[in-house]
């Protein structure tokens, strides 16, 4: 065993024996990134049950802005663009766009949907994506034939919308259980539109020893 490996076990040892209490805050986005953050919180909660676990919701501009206020100790973006002033921990899933879509509407006969799809259509649109441009590269030139009627924040009051107004909402994959007496259904869009998950933390700040526990526990499934 090599002297580094020999200070890890040392300091996983101590760290077993020494009662671990306090928070532990995370904020993200809506995405089926978070099961696997979910799995090493739940992990660390039943290893250290004095530490508090804090989840909470929200798109990237305000996790930031929490992260710098050191109300959070990470943050979780969608996305290929991480600030140098974090450090980052680049996570193996990756969300899809799609459409969310009524199961009635002639467009849920496709199996892709293409940007000449939506021409006319009432679309609403994460408010977050659209601050950050993320569709402007896929909807090129039919960008202004596009009839976007509003936006949203969370996929769930957004599937309620799809679900008594007839609009299409543009959103991440497997956020919305589609059974099948669901009156939504979701196709994907064509080309595929990909964002990678992102784990942040401040460069600044000094991480809890809850918070370091659980970096090291993630790093060790996805490095």
Same mark, same amino acid.
């Given at each position: 065993?090599?002297?580094?490996?020999?200070?890890?076990?040392?300091?996983?040892?101590?760290?077993?024996?020494?009662?671990?209490?306090?928070?532990?805050?995370?904020?993200?986005? +809506?995405?089926?990134?978070?099961?696997?953050?979910?799995? $090493?919180?739940? &992990? /660390? *909660?039943?290893?250290?049950?004095?530490?508090? @676990?804090?989840?909470?919701?929200?798109?990237?501009?305000?996790?930031?802005?929490?992260?710098?206020?050191?109300?959070?100790?990470?943050?979780?973006?969608?996305?290929?663009?991480?600030?140098?002033?974090?450090?980052?921990?680049?996570?193996?899933?990756?969300?899809?766009?799609?459409?969310?879509?009524?199961?009635?509407?002639?467009?849920?006969?496709?199996?892709?949907?293409?940007?000449?799809?939506?021409?006319?259509?009432?679309?609403?649109?994460?408010?977050?994506?659209?601050? +950050?441009?993320?569709?402007?590269?896929?909807?090129?030139? $039919?960008?202004? &034939? /596009? *009839?976007?009627?509003?936006?949203?924040?969370? @996929?769930?009051?957004?599937?309620?919308?799809?679900?008594?107004?007839?609009?299409?909402?543009?959103?991440?994959?497997?956020?919305?259980?589609?059974?099948?007496?669901?009156?939504?259904?979701?196709?994907?869009?064509?080309?595929?539109?990909?964002?990678?998950?992102?784990?942040?933390?401040?460069?600044?700040?000094?991480?809890?020893?809850?918070?370091?526990?659980?970096?090291?526990?993630?790093?060790?499934?996805?490095?």
């Amino acid at each position: 065993m090599t002297v580094t490996k020999i200070i890890d076990k040392t300091t996983e040892n101590l760290q077993t024996l020494t009662p671990i209490s306090g928070s532990l805050d995370i904020g993200a986005g +809506e995405s089926q990134g978070m099961r696997l953050i979910t799995r $090493v919180l739940g &992990q /660390l *909660q039943a290893d250290y049950p004095e530490v508090a @676990i804090h989840l909470h919701s929200g798109a990237a501009g305000r996790i930031a802005n929490q992260l710098a206020d050191g109300q959070l100790d990470f943050g979780i973006i969608m996305g290929n663009q991480v600030s140098s002033q974090y450090s980052a921990l680049k996570l193996a899933h990756t969300d899809s766009w799609g459409i969310l879509l009524p199961k009635n509407t002639a467009l849920a006969q496709k199996a892709v949907i293409t940007p000449q799809d939506l021409v006319g259509q009432p679309l609403i649109v994460s408010e977050q994506a659209m601050n +950050e441009h993320r569709f402007q590269n896929w909807w090129q030139n $039919v960008s202004d &034939q /596009l *009839q976007i009627v509003g936006t949203y924040d969370l @996929i769930f009051n957004a599937q309620l919308l799809v679900t008594t107004s007839n609009c299409y909402a543009l959103a991440f994959d497997n956020l919305v259980p589609i059974e099948d007496n669901s009156l939504l259904t979701f196709r994907p869009l064509s080309p595929a539109l990909n964002e990678s998950t992102t784990l942040i933390w401040s460069k600044d700040r000094q991480l809890s020893s809850a918070a370091q526990i659980f970096l090291k526990r993630l790093k060790s499934i996805t490095e």
